[in-house]
């Protein structure tokens, strides 16, 4: 079973920075056939998915709310996916979540999904707020 834990969230005011990062606990995690996405989820809103990459081959991917601001990034040596964030704006507050999305190795390589369908295995989530 694999199991993410996510960290690094946080209270900022608009314009600061966060990072967060996404650790996979499985020792067995064969990071090569997994995506990982970052999701969030508003009060009062959907969840949304705003980037994510392919530990294959490190494509990435981003929503145009995040385009130019967040940056994610692996760390293959700790099994961790991070999510610099930068120039918050209040609108980004909301429960960041990372989840993990299996690939067969005939489906390599695979472009990651920001629709959480697929993603199987889910982190508890950690909050970001971002005010004044």
């Known amino acids: 079973q694999l199991q993410l834990v996510e960290s690094g969230g946080g209270l900022v005011q608009p314009g600061e920075s966060l990072r967060l990062s996404c650790a996979a606990s499985n020792s067995e995690f064969n990071f090569n056939y997994y995506a990982i996405g970052w999701f969030r989820q508003a009060p009062g809103k959907e969840r949304e998915g705003i980037s994510c990459?392919?530990?294959?081959?490190?494509?990435?991917h981003y929503d145009d709310s995040v385009q130019g601001r967040f940056t994610i990034s692996i760390d293959n040596a700790k099994n961790t996916v991070s999510l610099q964030m930068n120039s918050l704006k209040p609108e980004d507050t909301a429960v960041y979540y990372c989840a993990a999305k299996f690939f067969l190795i005939t489906d390599l390589p695979a472009m990651c999904s920001m629709d959480s369908v697929g993603y199987e295995y889910w982190g508890q989530g950690t909050q970001v707020s971002v005010s004044s």
């Open positions: 990459v392919s530990l294959s081959d490190g494509r990435t």
